[in-house]
Each structure stands twice: as structure tokens, then as C-alpha cells.
């Protein structure tokens, strides 16, 4: 089952514009991770976000986590067409017997136009 | 570093047909992960290896699905009898999974056709 939710599905931007996208989850995690897919390739991980954290930037990437709404959002900025792809979000929890379980949502589709 | 290598990176099958992929991943990486990703969804897992046993197969469809990693480092996705909703990119990742290194590292995918 998915656990995560994006939100839009889909996005069209301007080159340079800022790009956000959101997800909620339902059930508590130990953190929470981003992943980017270009078309027919494989998932590049992005930045992951623990449970105990609000926010955290890496480059032109802003995620926030709220663990009181189950939510988290992702924001690029200045954005560029190489930034063309599926974002996922997938929450990270452990599960008896050493389980680490990835669960992604349906992502949300990010076109940049040049 | 060598990324998660995948094979074969495409493979049509008619129904009833069975088919295997193959992964390699990341040197040193104890837990391995296959997932299953349809078109227009995200991935979801199907198995997690930890070494050479199985963590937690329990989205796994064990009636056509089976999956190995002997000696702790390749492993290999069976599906016999294939079916028409198994048509779907087939995905295999890697990770230390120690604390502060839970990032999993997820080679190109096998695009399976099931017709």
C-alpha cells in the first residue's frame, strides 16, 4: 500500500521559478526521504529528513517535515529543465525482525520549461 | 563507486511465460531491496535481503514470485507464470543501513512487457 500522497500530481513551471511539492503520510516514521526519477530511469536519492528534524537544505532543495500533520514538503529553487522528472516522497520505518521499510507515494510529475 | 548494476534493461514475455532478472549491487552493501514500480505509481517493495537472508518478503506475490541472493551479494527475481499485470518496471536497490546511512541506492530497473 502507498503511504505517502503528493501533492500536485503534476506541476508546470517557468525556468527559474521556485517549484513545491507536498506529501502526507499516514502512520509515524523514523524519516523521511525524497527521490527524483527521470523519464525511464532508475530513482536518485535527494535528501532524507529524520523524524526529530524540521528542515533541512541541500543546494537549491528545501524540505520541511511536520510529524504533527504527517506532512512534508520539498522546494526547489530556480529552477532548471534538467530538473524535468517525478519527485517521489517515501517514509522510512522499522518493522520487527531488522525490516526497513521504504514507502513511496505516486509522485508528482515536475515539468520546467526552457 | 560502481552504481547498482540491473539485466537485462528490457524483456517482452507472453503470458504464462517465465522470466528472471538479475541485480549486482553496490560493494559492501548488506541489504539488498527489489521493488516493483507500475506505470504512473511509485515503487513498492517486494523483498528486502539482509546478506543472504530474507528481511521481510512479505509483499511478495509467492505464488509466481521468488527471489534469491546466494552468497550475500548478486540476486535474482523469478516470475513463473508471468502475468499480464506484472507488466511493470522491476526494480533492484542497495544500502549499508546502519544508523545515518539508510539511503538506498537504486540501479536503472528491468522493463518487463507481459503480453
Known amino acids: 500500500s502507498q503511504q505517502g500522497e503528493e501533492d500536485p500530481q503534476a506541476l508546470s513551471i517557468q525556468e527559474g521559478e521556485n517549484a513545491t511539492m507536498n506529501c502526507s503520510y499516514k502512520?509515524?516514521?523514523?524519516?523521511l526521504q525524497w527521490y527524483r526519477q527521470n523519464s525511464g530511469r532508475g530513482l536518485v536519492h535527494l535528501i532524507l529528513?529524520?523524524?526529530?528534524?524540521r528542515e533541512k537544505h541541500s543546494g537549491r532543495l528545501r524540505v520541511t517535515l511536520d510529524t504533527s500533520k504527517k506532512s512534508s514538503s520539498l522546494l526547489i529553487t530556480a529552477s532548471r529543465a534538467a530538473d524535468t522528472a517525478s519527485y517521489f516522497c517515501?517514509?522510512?520505518?522499522?518493522?520487527?525482525?531488522?525490516?526497513?521499510?521504504?514507502?513511496f507515494g505516486k509522485g508528482t510529475k515536475l515539468s520546467v520549461i526552457p | 563507486e560502481a552504481g547498482v548494476a540491473q539485466s537485462p534493461r528490457y524483456k517482452i514475455i507472453e503470458k504464462r511465460q517465465s522470466v528472471a532478472f538479475w541485480c549486482n549491487p553496490i560493494?559492501?552493501?548488506?541489504?539488498l531491496y527489489w521493488y516493483q514500480q507500475i506505470l504512473g505509481q511509485g515503487p513498492k517493495l517486494l523483498i528486502q535481503?539482509?546478506?543472504?537472508?530474507?528481511?521481510?518478503d512479505s509483499q511478495l506475490p509467492k505464488d509466481r514470485f521468488s527471489a534469491e541472493r546466494l552468497k550475500g551479494v548478486d540476486s535474482t527475481l523469478k516470475i513463473q507464470p508471468a502475468k499480464l499485470e506484472d507488466s511493470a518496471v522491476y526494480l533492484c536497490?542497495?544500502?549499508?543501513?546502519?544508523?545515518?546511512?539508510?539511503?538506498?541506492?537504486f540501479g536503472p530497473g528491468t522493463r518487463l512487457l507481459v503480453l
Open positions: 536497490a542497495s544500502s549499508l543501513l546502519r544508523a545515518g546511512q539508510e539511503t538506498q541506492y
Open positions: 502512520t509515524s516514521i523514523n524519516n
Open positions: 529528513i529524520r523524524s526529530n528534524e
Open positions: 517515501a517514509t522510512a520505518s522499522y518493522s520487527g525482525a531488522g525490516s526497513y521499510q521504504l514507502t
Open positions: 560493494s559492501g552493501h548488506a541489504t
Open positions: 535481503f539482509q546478506n543472504n537472508g530474507v528481511v521481510d
